[in-house]
Every structure is written in C-alpha cells, then in structure tokens.
C-alpha cells in the first residue's frame, strides 16, 4: 500500500524521501537512505527510530490553525481524511502510534503528524536485499581484487565487504571494479 507524499526525517535529518508500507513493513527510497545507519543501530543492540512526517507541506504552525478550525460536530478521523488529506494509510499509522486522549489534543496530535514515530524491530531477509554488505573483508585482497591468500583467484562487486547507498553508486562500484579488475587481467 503505497504511502503518498510522505517524508521520513530520520536517524539523519537530512534523509528525505518517501517510503511504503509493505505486508512485511517499510520500504522504499527513505529507508534506503537510512539502512546503513537503522543496521547499525540495531547491531550495536539499540533502538532505530524513524520520524516520519505525514505532512511535508504544511508547518506545525498550519496544522495547529487548520486543525483549530475543525468544526465541533465533525469527526476528528474525517476531517484528517477530508481537510487536512491525510490517506487511509497514514491515518491508520497515527491512531496505531496515538493515545485516544492524545488524538483529540491538537498541540500532540500535531506533533506526531510532523514526527511520527516508527521503531523499526529488524531488517529485512538477505535474499531480498539490494545489497547485502558484508562477505570478504577488503583487506583479504590486494589492490587488483586477488585474494592475498590463493593467488589468481578474484572477488568484486557484492562478494566484498563494503557498503554504498543505491541509486546508482553500487551498479556503478561494481562496474569500476570489473573494468579494474580486467584492466589489471590484460596485463598478466
Ligand atoms: C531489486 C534490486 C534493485 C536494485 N537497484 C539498484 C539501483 O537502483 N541502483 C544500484 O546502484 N544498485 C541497485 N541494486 C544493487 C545492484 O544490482 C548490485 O549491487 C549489483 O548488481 C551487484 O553486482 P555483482 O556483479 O556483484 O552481483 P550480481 O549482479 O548479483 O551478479 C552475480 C552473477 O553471478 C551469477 N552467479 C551466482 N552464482 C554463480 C555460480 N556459482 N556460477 C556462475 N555464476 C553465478 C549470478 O547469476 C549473477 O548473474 C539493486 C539490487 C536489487 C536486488
């Protein structure tokens, strides 16, 4: 179920984009940004918190003045949905990370709508990975790619222990690498 038009201001306030929730959890060109830094949080055994703002184009300060002029008889729920056009989705996000109490006060409400809380439990399977990290350690290779330890054998790409963010940079690592990697072979 995609998420439109969310922004996550993460571990890393500079991290933008938008994400997806899955039947598996969240996904999508935020959290990659982010998965090196939720990967280490979570192996260093601490917790990874994602904020997900639900509503990047408006300020907190417009949200406290739309949210002051929800009439007295309208549901709180539909006038998020009607007024404010929070999805089906992200509404559901908010009552699941609110207080009942909390869902009527703006000033809270407000806040989550702009930081919304998601602690991220886990990462997902390696056979669903964009990129695995891990694998050979860089310094079990000399500066052609060979193995220091058997002679004439060669890894690149994913089989070594190194990271990038996806976008580009790892097809294009990879790329480097076996144009290295044959440059050094022409001239064996
Ligand atoms: C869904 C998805 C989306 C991605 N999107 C991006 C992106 O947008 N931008 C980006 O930069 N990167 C992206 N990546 C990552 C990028 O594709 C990989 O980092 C890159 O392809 C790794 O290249 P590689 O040559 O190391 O491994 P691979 O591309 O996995 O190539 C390994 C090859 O070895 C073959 N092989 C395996 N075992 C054997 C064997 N025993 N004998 C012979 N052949 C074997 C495999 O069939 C495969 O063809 C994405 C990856 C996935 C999975």
């Known amino acids: 179920m995609p ?6 201001t993460a571990l890393d306030a500079t991290k ?3 994400a997806v929730i899955t039947e598996f959890g969240i996904e999508g060109g935020a ?3 982010l998965s090196k830094q939720i990967r280490q949080q979570l192996n260093e055994g601490k917790q990874a918190v994602c904020y ?13 003045t739309a949210l002051k002029s929800k009439p007295s008889n309208s549901s709180m729920s539909k006038y998020l949905e009607s007024t404010i056009h929070l999805s089906k989705a992200q509404l559901a996000l908010l009552k699941n ?3 009942q109490e909390d869902f009527f006060n703006n000033e809270i409400l407000t806040k989550k709508i702009k930081a919304l ?12 990975a964009i990129s695995t990290t891990g694998g050979i350690a860089l310094n079990e290779i000399d500066n052609n790619f060979q ?9 690149i790409g994913e089989m ?3 990271d990038a963010p996806t976008g580009g940079y790892l097809l294009q690592a990879c790329f480097s690498m076996g144009y290295k990697l044959a440059e050094h072979l022409n001239t064996l």
Do not use: C, M, R, V
């Open 3 to 8: 998420l439109k038009n969310i922004s996550i």
């Open 16 to 18: 933008k984009g938008e």
């Open 31 to 33: 959290i990659y940004a």
């Open 52 to 64: 997900i703002d639900l509503k990047p184009t408006l300020s907190i300060e417009d949200l406290i």
């Open 97 to 99: 990370q609110t207080t």
């Open 117 to 128: 809380p998601l602690h991220i439990t886990g990462l997902g399977p390696i056979d669903e």
């Open 147 to 155: 193995f220091k330890k058997w002679p004439a054998h060669y890894a």
């Open 160 to 162: 070594l222990d190194w």
